[in-house]
């Protein structure tokens, strides 16, 4: 069992900056890909980036490549999602999200662990 919760959000100008945090409490964090999804208002919840068990791979949204930066430190059981040059169409709840497994997955059905999310909002 792994428990999130995610910080870091809030409203910020269009081309600032944000660093989300998820941190996890449960066993073996290291053994968990995790995944960032955002929900805009009136959309579906879409894939953001994502991270292997132990960092070695990510994977990118194409709306997000370039811009964000997904990294973990599984010594404080903690993923990080560093947004840069955020644009108002990044404005969303903003969720980690945990699979047991060591490759990445852009496919939320697979992720069987959710934070309660964090707001993040980009004015123009």
């Known amino acids: 069992q792994v428990q999130l919760v995610e910080s870091g959000g809030g409203l910020v100008q269009a081309g600032g900056s944000l660093r989300l945090s998820c941190a996890a409490s449960?066993?073996?964090?290291?053994?968990?890909?995790v995944g960032w999804f955002r929900q805009a208002p009136g959309k579906e919840r879409e894939f953001a980036a994502a991270?292997?068990?132990?960092?070695?791979?990510?994977d990118y949204a194409d709306s997000v490549k370039g811009r964000f930066t997904i990294s973990r430190d599984n010594a404080k059981n903690t993923v990080f999602l560093q947004m840069d040059s955020l644009k108002p169409e990044d404005t969303a709840v903003y969720y980690c999200?945990?699979?047991?497994?060591?490759?990445?997955?852009?496919?939320?059905?697979?992720?069987?662990?959710w934070g309660q999310g964090t707001q993040v909002t980009v004015s123009s």
């Open positions: 999200a945990a699979v047991f497994r060591g490759g990445v997955s852009t496919t939320q059905r697979e992720y069987a662990y």
């Open positions: 449960g066993r073996a964090f290291s053994s968990y890909t």
């Open positions: 991270i292997s068990w132990v960092g070695k791979s990510t």
